[in-house]
């Protein structure tokens, strides 16, 4: 196990509390145009009947994510190391870990932020292991960056792979973490307030909102091999099968 301790610049982010800003005032803006309008919005069919997010909204809260994200990668692991990073000094700090599938971990609350090498943003994410995310899960390539701010500690641990119904936040590709098909999507947890996303290499990204864990915030979705699934804010979801 590597033990790094590297200094870093602190990125100029500020994602997650953009991105909960963006939702709140898109909600908001749903129900004014609900009470208003006699003919709903394709933006308000969509979101009453799937929770999913389109238009200038989606481009908002997706940003611009690097292009790494549709790179497949081996899960053997066999050039992975596990890394402890710490203790973090206040301005932060930045490690460039080995090809492979990770999980990745800090103490009770602080920040993950995963770049490629042109500085393009894969994953930002805040980490609480009280109330939030205890951890993401995600394939680095071997140039991406990993920057941790506002934790004492951080623990990047190779991950296994196995096909599972319940994924947690980070980056998932279907056929090889989750089987291809359609599903009921729903949190798995009691802190439920985040995105699900899929990606498809030349196609448009879809984007849908979990709120709580009711069945009434269920949403439907396909998915395809190949397609990544991108969880944010959510400690895990399940996906259940449709019969």
């Known amino acids: 196990m590597k033990n790094i301790i590297m200094?870093?610049?602190?990125?100029?982010?500020?994602?997650?509390?953009?991105?909960?800003?963006?939702?709140?005032?898109?909600?908001?803006?749903?129900?004014?145009?609900?009470?208003?309008?006699?003919?709903?919005?394709?933006?308000?069919l969509h979101y009453e009947a799937n929770n999913e997010i389109i238009g200038t909204e989606k481009d908002e809260i997706i940003g611009d994510v690097s292009d790494t994200i549709y790179e497949s990668i081996d899960r053997s692991n066999s050039e992975a190391e596990e890394m402890m990073v710490g203790p973090v000094?206040?301005?932060?700090?930045?490690?460039t870990p080995s090809k492979g599938r990770y999980t990745i971990s800090g103490g009770l609350s602080g920040r993950v932020v995963?770049?490629?090498?042109?500085?393009?943003?894969?994953?930002?994410?805040?980490?609480?292991?009280?109330?939030?995310?205890?951890?993401?899960?995600?394939?680095?390539?071997?140039?991406?960056?990993?920057?941790?701010?506002?934790?004492?500690?951080?623990?990047?641990?190779?991950?296994?792979?196995?096909f599972s119904n319940e994924l947690s936040a980070g980056i998932w590709e279907v056929g090889k973490d989750i089987e291809a098909g359609d599903y009921s999507v729903m949190a798995a947890s009691e802190q439920a307030f985040g995105d699900l996303m899929i990606f498809e290499e030349g196609e448009s990204t879809r984007l849908y909102e979990i709120i709580d864990t009711s069945p009434e915030s269920m949403i439907e979705v396909s998915l395809e091999d190949g397609q990544k699934v991108k969880i944010s804010g959510l400690a895990f979801l399940e996906f259940k099968p449709k019969s």
């Open 7 to 44: 200094k870093a610049e602190k990125p100029v982010r500020g994602g997650e509390k953009m991105k909960r800003m963006i939702i709140t005032i898109f909600i908001i803006s749903l129900f004014v145009l609900v009470g208003c309008q006699q003919n709903p919005s394709e933006k308000v």
């Open 89 to 95: 000094e206040r301005e932060g700090e930045e490690v």
């Open 114 to 162: 995963i770049s490629d090498e042109q500085g393009n943003l894969l994953l930002e994410e805040i980490l609480d292991q009280a109330y939030g995310v205890q951890s993401v899960t995600v394939d680095l390539n071997g140039s991406h960056s990993v920057y941790f701010d506002g934790v004492e500690e951080a623990m990047i641990s190779p991950a296994q792979t196995n």
